[in-house]
């Protein structure tokens, strides 16, 4: 059975984590300071070194604390295997990338942590790749290669993934812009569907004219064809 004082360095180390998650999805780790996290977690400011170590531990531990409380699974490789359409299963991962940038339930604490360490990356970031964002890129690389032709070269087929990836981060990332010039969008339930259909139609709509284009090139000319 845990004592009262183990109780307490529980709780201590669990402000620590929620403040610290906060702050690195708002700031970026590199302008958080251990005193700002302290502070918002109302600690001592050696309870950092304390409980985790240092702040790069802290960091980490922050991680694992943010994405197994988040949805990051949702964008897992079932995505792209099941019996649905490849655009139907575009759709799907466009709408789980959009709910999760976009949720108004709680902050996307781990999704803009990944934005910040794309910009700024530390330590953490190859771990990142490697457990979360290469994943869900290889689910969105089996849709889109299903939709492209056959021999389609895995650099047109990656481009493809950016294009798609870049419309859903626009929207959270720069956000602020996007209401002041378009004042009219909303980033509600509704508003995340609209965005899904414009954004899917978009791009299966470049996929076709990129296939075509492929198609155009790929044909060869009949030099003795006279019109």
């Not at 669990?14 to 302008?31: K, N, P, T, V």
């Not at 359409?85 to 781990?110: D, G, M, N, V």
């Not at 032709?149 to 981060?169: R, T, V, Y």
Request: glycine letters at 4%.
């Amino acid at each position: 059975m845990m004592n009262a004082n183990g109780k307490n360095e529980s709780k201590t180390r669990s402000r620590i984590l929620a403040a610290a998650a906060e702050l690195f999805a708002a700031r970026g780790f590199h302008d958080t300071t251990v005193r700002d996290i302290c502070a918002d977690a109302q600690v001592n400011v050696a309870a950092i070194n304390y409980h985790f170590g240092s702040k790069e531990k802290l960091y980490e531990d922050v991680w694992k604390y943010v994405t197994v409380r988040s949805d990051t699974g949702m964008l897992s490789p079932a995505m792209a295997e099941n019996s649905a359409t490849p655009e139907q299963q575009l759709r799907r991962y466009i709408t789980s990338f959009l709910s999760r940038l976009l949720s108004r339930k709680e902050p996307p604490l781990a999704a803009m942590i990944m934005i910040h360490e794309t910009k700024a990356p530390t330590q953490l970031f190859s771990t990142m790749v490697e457990t979360t964002i290469k994943p869900h890129f290889l689910t969105l690389y089996t849709i889109v290669k299903k939709l492209m032709e056959d021999d389609a070269e895995e650099s047109a087929i990656c481009n493809c993934c950016f294009s798609i990836m870049g419309q859903c981060l626009y929207f959270r990332v720069h956000q602020p812009v996007v209401v002041c010039l378009n004042p009219r969008q909303q980033f509600d339930t509704q508003g995340v569907k609209r965005l899904t259909d414009h954004i899917t139609r978009f791009s299966l709509y470049a996929i076709q004219q990129l296939k075509q284009t492929h198609n155009d090139v790929s044909t060869p000319s009949n030099p003795g064809l006279v019109l």
